[in-house]
């Protein structure tokens, strides 16, 4: 099989391990994915990930030899464009940390409505019944005043009364 690199073709045998790998294999995923679930620890697999592949790239013998020239030009590219990834990937773990942190932070407390909906009803029910015993009293004043206006009676019999509903006999009042 040809393969064309910068406008050179190059022979690649077809039983190269690169060729041979099988892309669609899981199964050694999925015994480490469970240990991915910390930012960085997944930042780590995704930067090993990206050398493997290149590594295996460099291994498979698609690449045609180079001269050292261009070997240091390759080895200085690969460095570069390698810090460059393993500094973005850290930062993106580092940010996706705080994230995940300020996220937390800032949980929705979970109430049981139904609960807090009872617990008010049952307070208005009480200030319900003090409200009305409030309206009794007043009206049972109101009743009182007038029928001191209306007898005429002399100061010291509506002193009286009124000592009556200090105490909360509003019927001898």
Not at 17 to 26: G, H, T
Not at 43 to 69: D, N
Not at 95 to 109: E, F, P, V
Not at 150 to 173: D, F, V, Y
Request: hydrophobic share 50%; glycine share 6%.
């Amino acid at each position: 099989m040809n393969v064309r690199l910068r406008g050179q073709f190059t022979d690649c045998p077809r039983n190269s391990s690169f060729l041979a790998m099988n892309p669609m294999n899981f199964a050694g995923f999925e015994k480490i994915a469970p240990y991915l679930t910390h930012p960085l620890v997944l930042v780590g697999f995704v930067l090993l990930l990206a050398y493997g592949i290149h590594w295996q790239l460099m291994k498979s013998g698609l690449l045609s030899q180079v001269s050292k020239k261009d070997s240091s030009l390759i080895i200085r590219l690969f460095l570069r464009y390698g810090f460059w990834l393993a500094l973005t990937l850290l930062l993106a773990g580092f940010g996706l940390a705080a994230c995940s942190k300020h996220l937390d932070t800032a949980k929705i407390i979970s109430i049981d409505v139904r609960k807090t909906a009872e617990l008010l009803s049952a307070q208005l029910n009480v200030k319900d019944q003090q409200l009305s015993a409030k309206d009794k009293q007043i009206k049972a004043l109101t009743e009182a005043i007038t029928a001191l206006a209306k007898t005429g009676a002399p100061a010291a019999s509506i002193n009286a009364a009124l000592q009556e509903l200090e105490k909360g006999h509003t019927a001898k009042a």
